[in-house]
């Protein structure tokens, strides 16, 4: 299935770029790692921290995610156009099960997303593979997505980009969308309010205070 037609279907008006949480009205925003900080004060990395939200995430990942869904994985990577190559598959190469699921990936090359002087000279590709959720190595994916910020940690999503690549979980077996943007937090939304209520009420301490009106409203409290 493509994903564009996809989102048009499913979740009209919403482009898998950052803060998808502000574009769909049934979505929750969990912030991780909640009273911890990233660094020591020796300045070191808080590991501890780090095994926090990689737990955090695939619990919240699991619950929205069974084994046998059918999963569209989208990444985008960005990249100043005459850097920009379609050999850009470490994300997949890294993560997949089987390497003769990428013959099955596809390609489309988007306008530059993100506000910037010369954005002209850059642009987004963002990359599509049909597949199930057990094709992946989902506990990898999800660490390397959370260690954006910390080169020093891995795994990572290879290296030489203008902007960490943003991977997307599309399940189109339960009409979710579900993004980890850093060690901060994740987002995900959904096509009706009864897939999200169970995980909201569950993990209700992962919610900051500012972010409850909207999602209780989305939810339809």
């Known amino acids: 299935m493509d994903i564009v037609n996809y989102l048009d279907k499913h979740f009209s008006g919403v482009k898998l770029v950052p803060s998808i949480y502000y574009q769909w009205d049934i979505g929750i925003h969990f912030s991780l790692g909640k009273g911890m900080y990233q660094f020591k004060e020796s300045d070191k990395i808080n590991l501890e921290l780090f095994n926090t939200v990689y737990k955090q995430t695939l619990t919240i990942f699991n619950e929205l995610f069974d084994q046998k869904d059918d999963l569209i994985l989208v990444t985008n990577t960005y990249c100043q156009k005459e850097l920009q190559n379609r050999k850009r598959l470490a994300v997949y190469q890294s993560n997949l099960r089987d390497k003769n699921n990428l013959r099955n990936l596809k390609v489309k090359t ?38 954006e910020d910390f080169p020093s940690l891995k795994p990572r999503f290879g290296s030489n980009y203008s902007h960490y690549p943003d991977v997307f979980f599309v399940n189109i077996t339960k009409g979710i969308i579900f993004f980890v943007y850093d060690d901060r ?22 919610v900051d205070d500012l972010d409850r009106e909207r999602i209780e409203k989305g939810l339809g409290y």
């Open 110 to 147: 988007f306008p530059y997303p993100f506000e910037i002087d010369i954005s002209y000279e850059y642009e987004m590709q963002q990359f599509a593979l049909h597949c199930k959720v057990n094709d992946i190595r989902i506990d990898r994916l999800l660490k390397a997505a959370i260690n």
């Open 185 to 206: 937090g994740c987002e995900v939304i959904a096509c009706t309010s009864d897939r999200l209520r169970p995980l909201y009420e569950k993990h209700f301490n992962l």
